[in-house]
């Protein structure tokens, strides 16, 4: 589709002083300004004054809701109508050992709903699902259009990178965003999220919105209104949309690092795997075949949801995926056949008590120093290192025992990790006063039957 005309009389400067002096600016405003940016007709320097103006003002619903629309419509839109089956996503806001896409793609196609899954690199301390899935062997995240639709249609779920024909408006104002300050405006997170998922052509959307240590949210309130401007835009947008605001206060399951954690997403596949991420993964699930129309309820969605990992159905959907994407099957049952670290280190706790904290984004940090993760945009990823959690929240730990092993290729990183997980653990004499929830709350509920 062409982006749509921009406003006669725009002047980058006029819109500026507008957003600085706190007064709402117009659909067409919005449009002209994102258009010219992405033509290349206005300079960067103009953007950024407004994007500065914008974390400062803020946005109202109305202008959040034009922009996210702008940047959808700056590129390509993927048309999936002649699938039948409802097409549905789920997104995270990014955290630490979240592997969740990994086996939620599989388990909703499984049930019968299409899974476009477009996803995203490591950001800062948190991993990236593309990073992850390249720990396959051969697997490829960058398939054409015609590729990705075939996969789709042959298996029901397709996992790739962003094109350079989606929402390119979001590239440019991202990059821009990444170095003047300006990543950090939930008004601008939400247009940048919003308008690359809804170019996936998708019916409905579920949002893993974290909070924690671990998230780009720290605080619930944040994460909670952020949770709810992507709901209300989304919803504007004629999707069906629901947030979960779940816990990233410590990493989520035992394992962080790419390969490591394509094992942790299968054993869960195999019906196996941590408590935590398990519980996540149905939960997410469930919200996901519900809105899905392949569940009465979310209740419903969940139980459907173990019955497909019981059978072995949504593993062979994994395996089939995998195959399809160029990627070795084989390792969902052979998981040695995924880069393994030459070398193991453990981290040890110097007393005994409980695990009070473990926190997140220093574990995160950690594993992007051991190369899981890229301290510069040029870096390159290592697949095989990481870091496998003995320890978490609530338990009981003697003196002298391992709290964590560290998998690497390098000492030096090696010991600036260890140093940072070391710093991580909170050791205390009696156990933590309260659990954190995994799931803080749901927001937008799309007409919820549990
Ligand atoms: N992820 C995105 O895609 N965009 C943001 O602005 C932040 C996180």
């Known amino acids: 589709m062409s982006p749509p005309p921009a406003c006669l009389n725009f002047r980058a400067i006029d819109v500026i002083r507008k957003k600085r ?121 960058n398939l054409s259009a015609g590729q990705f639709r075939s996969v789709l249609e042959t298996c029901g779920c397709a996992m790739i990178g962003q094109t350079a024909e989606i929402a390119p408006a979001d590239r440019k104002l991202y990059a821009l965003r990444d170095v003047t300050g300006t990543v950090e405006s939930p008004y601008l997170i939400c247009a940048s999220i919003m308008s690359k998922k809804l170019a996936e052509g998708i019916d409905a959307l579920v949002l893993d919105v974290k909070t924690g240590s671990g ?25 069906k949309v629901v947030a979960l605001i779940t816990d990233m206060d410590q990493p989520l399951g035992n394992k962080i690092g790419n390969a490591l954690e394509v094992i942790e997403a299968v054993e869960v596949l195999h019906g196996e795997g941590p408590q935590d991420l398990r519980e996540l993964c149905l939960e997410l699930a469930g919200w996901m075949l519900y809105l899905g129309e392949a569940a009465d309820s979310v209740n419903a969605g969940k139980n459907r949801g173990q019955e497909l990992i019981a059978s072995g159905r949504a593993l ?95 000492e030096t990183r090696a010991a600036r990790a260890k140093q940072l997980l070391e710093a991580s653990y909170t050791i205390s004499d009696s156990p933590p006063p309260e659990r954190r929830p995994l799931i803080h709350g749901v927001i937008g509920n799309s007409g919820e039957k549990n």
């Open 21 to 141: 002096d706190g007064s709402e600016l117009s659909r067409s405003e919005i449009e002209s300004l994102v258009n010219a940016y992405t033509r290349g007709d206005i300079p960067d320097y103009q953007v950024s004054a407004w994007l500065m103006a914008v974390v400062l003002r803020g946005m109202t619903r109305a202008e959040t809701a034009a922009l996210t629309d702008a940047m959808l419509r700056s590129g390509e839109q993927l048309d999936l109508s002649s699938l039948p089956a409802k097409k549905v996503d789920k997104h995270s806001t990014g955290g630490v050992g979240d592997k969740t896409s990994l086996v939620l793609a599989p388990l909703a196609a499984a049930a019968g709903v299409a899974v476009p899954m477009i996803s995203g690199r490591g950001l800062g301390h948190t991993g990236g699902t593309l990073d992850k899935l390249e720990a396959i062997p051969g697997f490829n995240v």
């Open 215 to 239: 998230a780009f949210m720290k605080h619930e309130k944040d994460a909670a209104f952020l949770a709810e401007l992507m709901v209300e835009t989304g919803e504007r947008m004629g999707k």
């Open 316 to 410: 062979q959907k994994f395996r089939q995926m995998v195959e399809l994407q160029g990627g070795e099957p084989g390792v969902v049952d052979h998981p040695d056949r995924l880069p393994r670290a030459p070398d193991l280190t453990t981290t040890a706790s110097t007393k005994s008590g409980f695990v009070t904290s473990v926190q997140c984004e220093r574990v995160g940090t950690a594993c992007v120093i051991l190369g899981g993760g890229r301290e510069r945009k040029e870096d390159s990823v290592d697949p095989a290192v990481g870091i496998v959690l003995h320890k978490k929240v609530g338990d009981s730990v003697a003196a002298g025992e391992p709290l964590a092993t560290i998998h690497y290729n390098h």
